[in-house]
């Protein structure tokens, strides 16, 4: 039986910087509801726009800050505190007192990362509420930990743990980065399964919707946690097999049958993982890399060839690893990749699954012996049959 949240969150979708289609379903879905006063952004009605606040019962369990607390704790905001930048915002470094978790100054306490979003974001909100409504009631190991938040006038801000190391895209990606081992990518892969498992174990089986190695963050031993839950969304309840939502996260990881019809479901974080598991066994982005053809070629159109044959993984590999890898253990990690890579959905596994035959490659020394080996046989031909209707079908369904 699944783990319950203390309350479900209530949430309406936001954007991406990377792609936006809308799409409905009639029939036994789930439908995203849009609130009433986001009609005053088409300019249709003069009406104040009306932002929806946290819900009360979750909010109470973060720390709330005041503004000018979390403009002291990051140095007024200044360039050099900056961490990183996402579609809504910057991430800075701060400071907060380790015992009362209360702003500190610059050097003093603890180090925290303090998201700021864009004022004039309507979206940047809704992707904010998300990060507060889920967050603050999820807990587990591989989730980053929100420790509270800023709502004051138009200001949004949000405290989470802070992550030493930085993001797996950047280590995996940035120049100049020291290579990452063989067994910290299985580590990785293991601790990322493990926090899917989690949230889709839950009694509203959550769904992320925005795995990507820039999502996936590491503390000071390696351990991932996933970071960013603007776009999670609860998934199908009761007799329904879908939600029926509009279509967004990024090109390259995003599953195939949710860009082209909208219908998100579980599985579709299965497939996003799959991309990323490739990622680490190849050390090549998802999308636009120059070795597997530029901007028009994805990483699953290139490596899916190859998965399913033993003998010709090794091709794919990240030529950076030197060959210091254990190659039975490579090879399974491909079958594990091909198995959420796959075209149907249904024929996906349940990321459990997944988590299981990984946790078996972190320990391999010779030939891993694993639970789904027949089916990893049996992709062998689905690879060939699957490659290019998988190929055909993004081309044509990703919005422009």
Not at 106 to 130: D, I
């Amino acid at each position: 039986m699944g783990i319950c949240l203390g309350k479900p969150a209530k949430l309406a979708n936001a954007s991406s910087s990377q792609f936006l289609e809308t799409k409905t379903e009639p029939g036994n879905v789930k439908q995203d509801s849009t609130p009433p006063n986001q009609q005053s952004l088409s300019g249709s009605t003069n009406r104040p726009l009306q932002v929806p606040k946290p819900d009360p019962s979750i909010s109470s369990n973060l720390k709330s800050y005041n503004f000018n607390d979390l403009k002291t704790a990051t140095k007024n905001f200044r360039p050099d505190s900056i961490l990183g930048e996402g579609g809504f915002g910057y991430v800075f470094k701060g400071w907060i007192d380790e015992h009362t978790l209360a702003a500190s100054r610059p050097g003093s306490g603890m180090v925290v990362a303090v998201k700021k979003l864009k004022t004039e974001s309507f979206q940047g909100h809704r992707e904010w509420l998300a990060e507060v409504n889920y967050l603050g009631q999820l807990h587990h190991q591989n989730l980053v930990k929100l420790i509270g938040y800023c709502s004051e006038s138009d200001k949004r801000l949000l405290v989470y743990e802070f992550m030493p190391r930085g993001s797996l895209e950047n280590h995996l990606f940035r120049k100049g980065v020291q290579l990452m081992a063989w067994a910290t990518r299985m580590k990785i892969a293991v601790d990322v399964a493990r926090g899917l498992s989690y949230l889709h174990s839950l009694c509203a089986n959550v769904i992320y919707r925005d795995m990507k190695a820039s999502n996936i963050l590491l503390d000071s031993d390696f351990t991932a946690k996933l970071s960013d839950f603007g776009l999670a969304r609860d998934g199908p309840s009761g007799d329904r097999t879908h939600v029926s939502t509009r279509v967004m996260g990024t090109r390259g990881y995003a599953a195939p049958e949710y860009v082209a019809t909208g219908h998100l479901t579980p599985k579709s974080d299965v497939y996003s993982f799959g991309v990323v598991l490739l990622e680490l066994l190849t050390g090549k982005r998802a999308m636009g890399d120059e070795n597997i053809g530029g901007n028009d070629e994805t990483l699953v159109d290139w490596a899916v060839p190859f998965l399913g044959d033993s003998r010709r993984v090794t091709r794919i590999m990240d030529t950076r690893l030197g060959g210091q890898y254990n190659k039975k253990a490579a090879q399974a990690a491909a079958g594990v990749a091909l198995q959420c890579l796959h075209i149907d959905p249904k024929l996906r596994p349940a990321m459990p699954e997944v988590l299981t035959n990984l946790e078996v490659l972190l320990t391999a020394k010779d030939s891993p012996r694993l639970p789904l080996q027949s089916k990893l046989d049996t992709n062998v031909t689905l690879a060939e049959k699957s490659t290019h209707p998988q190929k055909n079908a993004r081309a044509s369904s990703h919005p422009r």
